[in-house]
T-cell receptor, first 114, second 110 residues
């Protein structure tokens, strides 16, 4: 089955600096890669996603890159702000037996220091 | 109702008791999912439902059952709770690959 590894598990950056979170996946059948932000006491919320036919996607301060050959994808947050502090999860998704099988990474706790 | 609601917000339960976690959506999404979230393990799929009347097993289904009588509701039942089922449970809906998560239920089994 699919295996998603996520690094680092914790990340502290100064406000205004950039943050990068990296993930690898194992199954080449995965074709959709969402990133979720989870704030304390809340459910995960989709912040950006990328499909396997795209190499990079950007949305304001957030960007995601995908390297299908190497099977890795990354989240980049520029000009970090204290409200970016949260746990971030990457995921690899594929259609499996009629449902969308999503395999999540173990999360990165990002702390933005004012 | 706006989006996905889950009830209860939290619950402490004695081992051996039966418990149903409720999930209701108002987005009319066909696909719904139940995940458990444990520290260091991320989110793991328990059961899913592609549409009303159908359900399927996920990665960790043992000890759990679900039903999908209609589009909006997708309850998760623990027939006889055990301490290893202590976790945070999230219900989610999905449309066009994008999943939307509820606020979660924190369950403690003693």
């Amino acid at each position: 089955g699919e295996n998603v590894e996520q690094h680092p598990s914790t990340l502290s950056v100064q406000e205004g600096d950039s943050a990068v979170i990296k993930c690898t996946y194992s199954d080449s059948a995965s074709n959709y890669f969402p990133w979720y932000k989870q704030e304390l006491g809340k459910g995960p919320q989709l912040i950006i996603d990328i499909r396997s036919n795209v190499g990079e996607k950007k949305d304001q301060r957030i960007a995601v890159t995908l390297n299908k050959t190497a099977k890795h994808f990354s989240l980049h947050i520029t000009e970090t702000q204290p409200e970016d502090s949260a746990v971030y999860f990457c995921a690899a998704s594929m259609n499996s037996g009629g449902y969308q099988k999503v395999t999540f990474g173990t999360g990165t706790k990002l702390q933005v220091i004012p | 109702i706006a989006g996905i609601t889950q009830a209860p917000t939290s619950q402490i339960l004695a081992a051996g008791r039966r418990m149903t976690l409720r999930c209701t959506q108002d987005m009319r999404h066909n696909a719904m999912y139940w995940y458990r979230q444990d520290l260091g393990l991320g989110l793991r799929l328990i059961h899913y439902s592609n549409t009303a009347g159908t359900t399927g097993k996920g990665e960790v289904p043992d000890g759990y059952s679900v039903s999908r009588a209609n589009t909006d509701d997708f309850p998760l039942t623990l027939a006889s709770a055990v301490p290893s089922q202590t976790s945070v449970y999230f219900c989610a809906t999905e449309i066009h690959n994008e999943q939307f998560f509820g606020p979660g239920t924190r369950l403690t089994v003693l």
